[in-house]
């Protein structure tokens, strides 16, 4: 069953403190992402893992850093979340990291007040 | 890098009345443009894909067409139904680099 998770479905935080997302997915997909996505301004992209420990920055990257230790699981961390990062927050995996379907994860919805 | 434009944020069209949706890209070197779709308050799916070997595709009721010289792509939806309702959003990589989303469109299929 081609599948993507993501823990927790909703979360709310206080400004400065970690945050912790987590992805999984079962169909040993290399290439793993982490966008998130504001409205009215689409998916931004802010990291991409092609494998194991082989993670890079996407177009927005500051504030946040991953964790990829398994193929399956890939980990968002914000460090002293911030208030201007409430947002949903979508993992996606796909077979290679060019020219293929990526799977997306149900979605997080993070607020920091 | 590659920027991806879909020139429509919003379309409205009669239920069985077909919707086109306009993206435009910028690096000639892009080769695969898939469309994904996004109802309310969920996530994102795959819907089709065109890659640039060809210049027209077709799934059920989906046609992507693909003019690589004007470096534009469209998918169309025939006879649409209020299902098709959703936010679509085009994209575009080269094979070895990847993806570039655009922005969405909302379409809204009205009875």
């Not at chain 1, 079962?26 to 793993?32: G, K, N, P, R």
């Not at chain 2, 009669?14 to 969920?42: H, L, M």
Request: net charge neutral.
């Amino acid at each position: 069953d081609m599948k993507v998770t993501q823990m927790p479905r909703y979360l709310i935080k206080r400004m400065g403190e970690n945050v912790l997302l987590e992805c999984g997915q079962d169909m040993s997909h290399e290439t793993m992402y982490w966008y998130r996505q504001d409205p009215g301004l689409g998916l931004q992209l802010i990291y991409i893992s092609y494998d194991v420990d082989s993670n890079s920055e996407g177009d927005i990257p500051k504030g946040y850093r991953v964790s990829r230790k398994k193929r399956e699981h890939f980990s968002l961390i914000l460090d002293s979340a911030k208030t201007n990062q409430t947002s949903v927050y979508f993992c996606a995996s796909s077979r290679d990291w060019g020219g293929y379907e990526q799977y997306f994860g149900p979605g997080t919805r993070l607020t920091v007040l | 890098g590659e920027k991806v434009e879909q020139h429509e944020s919003t379309l409205s069209v009669r239920e069985g009345d077909s919707a086109v949706i306009n993206c435009t890209y910028t690096d000639t070197a892009s080769s695969y443009f898939p469309w994904y779709k996004q109802e309310a308050g969920k996530s994102l799916h795959f819907v089709i894909d065109i890659r640039s070997n060809v210049d027209r595709k077709q799934s059920q009721r989906l046609i992507v067409l693909l003019d690589k010289k004007a470096k534009r792509f469209s998918l169309h939806i025939t006879a649409t139904q209020p299902e098709d309702s959703a936010i679509y959003f085009c994209a575009a990589s080269m094979s070895n680099n990847r993806i570039f989303f655009g922005d969405g469109t909302q379409l809204v299929v009205k009875p």
